[in-house]
C-alpha cells in the first residue's frame, strides 16, 4: 500500500458540494498539500457531520499535522456511524499507526465482513496476527488468491500477504515462493538500473574528500544542538530507535522528514538548462560559509514549527546517510544516530516488505545487496572523515543490552536519563514505517540471525553480499 492510499485514497460520498469538498480536500492530500486539504475537509465535517468520509479525511488531516488527539476524536466520531467498508479499513490504518492496534483489528475485521475480498484490508491487517497452520484466513485468503480478475496491484500485495502467512505457519518453502512473486512482479513496476546508484556513491566518494573538509570545517555560522539525525538502512532497527528518543519528554519526532533535502540548494548549470547534482564536483566546489549557514537556517526553519518548544528534535530520515558531510558542516552542533544490522537480516527483512517508498532495488535480492555494499562503503567513508562524530547503534547490541544502549544514546544525545525510553512501546504517538507494529512491543530476540534459517532461500542476496 502506498503512502497516498493509506492516507486518503478512495472515493467519497455525500451529495453536491459536501461531496465536492471530500473530493478535493483527498485529491490536496495524495499531493501532500496538507495546509490546502484542510479548510476543505474542515468545511464538508462542519457541512455534513455525519459524513464518515468527511470525519476520516480530516481525521487523516490532523494525523499529517501531527495532532494524534484531534485525529483520534475524529476517528471515534466516524466510527458510530455506518461507515463503508473503505473508510472502515483506513479507521484500521489510523488506529494502527496510533499504536492502538486492538481497535485496528476490530476495524479491519468489520471491512472484511462487508467486503471479504478488499485486498487493501487484508494487507493492513497481515502483521497485525501470527497465522498457524490451517489459519481460516489462510484459506480465505488462497480462496481470493484463486479469483480471476484481480488487478496487478492486488496480486502484488496478495503474494506479500501470503508469503508473510505460509512463513507464519511453517511453510517457509511455499511462503518463500510468495515472496518471491511478489518481488518480482513489484520490481516489473520500474524502470531502475542500481549501476546507477553504485556510481552515485563513488562520485560522493571521490569529491567530498578530506580537503574538502579541511576547508569548510568551522565556515557555518549556524550553531544549534536541538536536531537528532537518525541514519542507515530501512529494517535497520531506526523505528526502535526514534520511538526510544520519542518517548523522552525532552524530545520531539518529526518522523521521515524530507527538509534537510529541500533545504539543499540545486546549483544551475552554467550555459546549460539542466542542474548540477547535489555532491557533484561542481556543487563541492560552490560550497561556502554562506551556502552552509544558509542550508542550516533553512532546515532549523522548517522544523521548527514541529519542534515547538522540544529540546531535541529527531528527524528521522533514513536517506539523510548520502549527506552525513553537509549535516557536519552545515549543523555541526546536530547529533547523528546511524543504526546498522547485520546485512542478511537486514537484506531478508526488506526482501519480505512491501515498503510505502519508492524503493525499486528493495525487490531483488542481488540488488539488495548491492545497495547495501554502496551504502556501506560510504558509511566508511564518513566515518574516515569524521571519527567518533557519529553514533553508531547496531540493532544486536540493543538487543542485547536495551538499558545500556539506551543509556549510552540518550548521553551521547545530551539528555538525562528517563525510564520511560526503556518502556517505549507505551508512548502514545503516530508511527508510519514498516515497524509500526514492532515498536508496539517491548524488545524481543526473534528477529536475530533469522537469515541463517532460511539460507536457502536468499543466495542471491548471500552471494552479493560478499561480491560475487
Given at each position: 500500500?502506498n503512502?497516498?492510499?493509506?492516507?486518503?485514497?478512495?472515493?467519497?460520498?455525500?451529495?453536491?458540494k459536501?461531496a465536492g469538498?471530500i473530493a478535493?480536500?483527498?485529491?490536496?492530500?495524495?499531493r501532500?498539500d496538507?495546509?490546502g486539504?484542510?479548510?476543505?475537509?474542515?468545511q464538508?465535517?462542519?457541512?455534513?457531520?455525519?459524513?464518515?468520509?468527511?470525519?476520516?479525511?480530516?481525521?487523516?488531516v490532523r494525523?499529517?499535522?501531527?495532532d494524534?488527539p484531534?485525529?483520534?476524536?475524529?476517528?471515534?466520531?466516524a466510527?458510530?456511524?455506518?461507515?463503508?467498508?473503505?473508510?472502515l479499513?483506513?479507521?484500521?490504518?489510523l488506529?494502527?499507526e496510533?499504536g492502538?492496534?486492538?481497535?485496528?483489528?476490530?476495524?479491519?475485521?468489520?471491512?472484511?465482513?462487508?467486503?471479504?475480498?478488499?485486498?487493501?484490508?487484508?494487507f493492513?491487517?497481515?502483521?497485525l496476527k501470527?497465522?498457524a497452520?490451517g489459519?481460516t484466513?489462510?484459506?480465505k485468503?488462497e480462496?481470493?488468491?484463486?479469483?480471476?480478475?484481480?488487478?496487478?496491484?492486488?496480486?502484488?500485495?496478495?503474494?506479500?500477504?501470503l508469503?508473510k502467512?505460509?512463513?507464519?505457519?511453517?511453510?517457509?518453502?511455499?511462503?518463500?515462493?510468495?515472496?518471491a512473486?511478489?518481488n518480482?512482479?513489484k520490481r516489473?513496476?520500474?524502470?531502475?538500473?542500481?549501476?546507477?546508484?553504485e556510481?552515485?556513491?563513488?562520485h560522493i566518494?571521490?569529491?567530498?574528500d578530506?580537503?574538502?573538509?579541511?576547508?569548510l570545517?568551522?565556515?557555518?555560522a549556524?550553531m544549534?544542538d536541538?536536531p537528532?539525525?537518525?541514519?542507515?538502512?530501512?529494517?535497520?532497527?531506526?523505528t526502535?530507535?526514534d520511538?526510544?528518543l520519542?518517548?523522552?519528554?525532552d524530545v520531539?519526532?518529526l518522523?521521515?522528514?524530507?527538509?534537510?533535502?529541500?533545504?539543499?540548494?540545486?546549483?544551475?548549470?552554467?550555459?546549460?538548462?539542466?542542474?548540477v547534482?547535489?555532491?557533484s564536483?561542481a556543487f563541492?566546489?560552490r560550497?561556502?560559509?554562506?551556502?552552509?549557514g544558509?542550508i542550516?537556517?533553512k532546515?532549523?526553519?522548517?522544523t521548527?514549527p514541529?519542534?515547538?518548544?522540544?529540546?531535541?528534535?529527531v528527524?528521522?530520515?533514513?536517506?539523510?546517510y548520502l549527506?552525513?558531510g553537509?549535516?557536519?558542516?552545515?549543523?555541526?552542533g546536530?547529533k547523528?544516530?546511524?543504526?546498522?544490522?547485520?546485512?542478511?537480516d537486514?537484506?531478508?527483512?526488506?526482501w519480505?516488505?512491501?515498503?510505502s517508498?519508492?524503493?525499486?532495488?528493495?525487490?531483488?535480492?542481488?540488488?539488495?545487496?548491492?545497495?547495501?555494499?554502496?551504502?556501506?562503503?560510504?558509511?566508511?567513508?564518513w566515518?574516515?572523515?569524521?571519527p567518533?562524530?557519529?553514533h553508531d547503534?547496531?540493532?544486536?547490541?540493543?538487543?542485547a543490552d536495551q538499558?545500556g544502549?539506551t543509556?549510552?544514546l540518550?548521553?551521547?544525545?545530551?539528555?538525562?536519563w528517563d525510564?520511560?525510553c526503556?518502556?517505549?512501546?507505551?508512548?502514545?504517538?503516530r508511527?508510519?514505517?514498516?515497524?509500526e507494529?514492532?515498536?508496539?512491543?517491548?524488545?524481543?530476540?526473534?528477529s536475530?540471525?533469522?537469515s541463517?534459517?532460511?539460507?536457502?532461500?536468499l543466495?542471491?542476496?548471500?552471494?552479493?553480499?560478499?561480491?560475487?
Open positions: 500500500m503512502r497516498k492510499q493509506r492516507r486518503a485514497g478512495g472515493s467519497s460520498s455525500g451529495g453536491g459536501t469538498l478535493a480536500g483527498i485529491a490536496a492530500v495524495e501532500n496538507i495546509a486539504a484542510a479548510p476543505l475537509l474542515e464538508a465535517a462542519a457541512a455534513d457531520p455525519k459524513n464518515p468520509w468527511a470525519l476520516i479525511g480530516l481525521a487523516v494525523m499529517e499535522q501531527q494524534l484531534a485525529a483520534l476524536k475524529l476517528a471515534e466520531k466510527q458510530r456511524l455506518d461507515c463503508p467498508p473503505e473508510v479499513a483506513k479507521l484500521g490504518h488506529y494502527k496510533a492502538q492496534l486492538d481497535r485496528a483489528r476490530q476495524h479491519l475485521r468489520q471491512a472484511l465482513v462487508k467486503k471479504p475480498d478488499y485486498v487493501m484490508a487484508w493492513s491487517m497481515h502483521n501470527t497465522f497452520p489459519d484466513d489462510l484459506v485468503l480462496t481470493l488468491a484463486a479469483k480471476p480478475g484481480l488487478s496487478p496491484q492486488d496480486r502484488i500485495y496478495l503474494e506479500f500477504i508469503g502467512a505460509y512463513i507464519d505457519a511453517g511453510d517457509a518453502d511455499r511462503g518463500f515462493a510468495h515472496l512473486k511478489g518480482a512482479l516489473t513496476t520500474y524502470t531502475y538500473d542500481i549501476s546507477t546508484f556510481t552515485y556513491i563513488d566518494i571521490l569529491n567530498f578530506a580537503a574538502t573538509v579541511r576547508r570545517r568551522g565556515k557555518s549556524v544549534n536541538q537528532i539525525f537518525i541514519i542507515g538502512m530501512f529494517r535497520s532497527g531506526s526502535l530507535a520511538q526510544i520519542a518517548s523522552h519528554p520531539r519526532s518522523g521521515e522528514a524530507k527538509f534537510l533535502q529541500q533545504s539543499i540548494p540545486v546549483i544551475p548549470e552554467a550555459g546549460d538548462s539542466g542542474k547534482p547535489v555532491l564536483k563541492i566546489d560550497l561556502d560559509g554562506a551556502m552552509l544558509d542550516g537556517q532546515y532549523l526553519a522548517a521548527a514541529f519542534a515547538q518548544d522540544a529540546r531535541r528534535v528527524d528521522k530520515m533514513l536517506f539523510n549527506w552525513v553537509l549535516i557536519r558542516l552545515a549543523l555541526p546536530a547523528i544516530v546511524h543504526c546498522s544490522r547485520d546485512p542478511a537486514l537484506g531478508l527483512s526488506i519480505r516488505t512491501h515498503f517508498a519508492n524503493l525499486p532495488w528493495a525487490y531483488d535480492q542481488a540488488e539488495i545487496a548491492r545497495y547495501y555494499r554502496g551504502y556501506a562503503r560510504l558509511m566508511d567513508h566515518r574516515r572523515l569524521f567518533g562524530e557519529f547503534l547496531p540493532y544486536e547490541a540493543m538487543i538499558r544502549e543509556a549510552k540518550l548521553d551521547y544525545c545530551g539528555l538525562p525510564e520511560r526503556l518502556d517505549f512501546h507505551k508512548t502514545e504517538r508511527v508510519t514505517t514498516a515497524s507494529v514492532q515498536v508496539r512491543q517491548p524488545i524481543y530476540a526473534d536475530l540471525r533469522k541463517a534459517k532460511y539460507d536457502k532461500h543466495q542471491p542476496l548471500l552471494l552479493n553480499l560478499n561480491g560475487a
